[in-house]
């Protein structure tokens, strides 16, 4: 895609000001606006939606979680704040990436290319439609290049912490990519693929057996249906047999 639209939000005048500077810095990051008033950048949001935005969380008025929630769906949020406990909050609103205080550039600069990877992934999708509305491959940025991967060739997919790895019939390594697990499951067709597991995105059609115990075989992987995502699993069991 082109380059990636930002707005930085933070009532903090010097904090929003360094935010700023490290987007002018980075080459596939374009500036847009800086709002030290949340309810201001909210009314300049609404006329004129930007790809992603860094918001501060803790400030007056309207705080950023709250802002979250009503910003377009398009543009997505990486949060920026001093205060490390709103950190699991901030995935609950589907937030890129979580930035605390005081912030370094290396540390923005990976959250910087964690959204660049959404972009293309995303883009990739809307680019990459077949008949019937279904899209056949994705792109995945792996060692610092492109690789286009066809979907129906994907096993599953297998998260930790900011990466996550792509296993692929014929091939004995995954592809290691920087990316959320929220991501993938969003990107892949939700009629072929499902979350079984905090860890575990698993290709349905490829599922060799199931145990008594609710573990999949999946090529050479065993993987446990974990409790929270059992119903949804079980569900789509009772669907399909005969």
């Known amino acids: 895609m082109e380059s990636i639209r930002c707005m930085v939000i933070d009532d903090e ?25 949340a309810v ?13 935005l860094f918001l501060d969380i803790h400030m007056p008025d309207l705080d950023g979680m709250s802002l979250a929630a009503m910003v377009p769906q398009q543009t997505r949020i990486i949060f920026t704040t001093a205060f490390k406990e709103y950190a699991f909050d901030s995935y609950g ?34 680019d990459e439609v077949v008949d019937e509305g279904r899209r056949d491959t994705i ?23 900011n990466y996550v790895m792509f296993y692929l019939e014929g091939e004995k390594r995954p592809l290691v990519t920087h990316l959320t697990m929220k991501t993938v499951e969003d990107i892949l067709p ?18 060799k057996s ?7 075989q999946i090529g050479d992987e065993f993987i446990h249906v974990s409790e929270g995502y059992l119903d949804a699993f079980n569900a789509y069991l009772k669907a399909n047999l005969p």
């Not at 589907?94 to 923005?108: G, M, Q, T, V, W």
């Not at 939700?190 to 490829?206: G, N, P, Q």
């Open 13 to 37: 005048p010097l904090a929003a000001q360094m935010v700023r500077n490290f987007v002018q810095r980075t080459p596939f990051l374009e500036f847009v606006a800086m709002y030290t008033d």
């Open 40 to 52: 201001e950048a909210l009314e300049a949001l609404k006329a004129n939606p930007v790809d992603l």
């Open 93 to 126: 609103v589907n937030a890129l990436d979580f930035l605390l205080k005081p912030i370094s550039y290396a540390r923005f600069l990976a959250a910087a290319e964690k959204a660049r990877q959404w972009f293309e992934l995303t883009s990739s999708v809307k």
């Open 139 to 161: 792109f995945l940025r792996v060692d610092g290049e492109l690789k286009q991967i066809s979907i129906s060739e994907i096993l599953y997919v297998s998260g930790l912490k």
């Open 190 to 207: 939700a009629a072929d693929f499902m979350r079984v597991h905090r860890s575990y995105i698993v290709a349905l059609r490829k599922i």
């Open 210 to 216: 199931i145990d008594r115990n609710n573990t999949i």
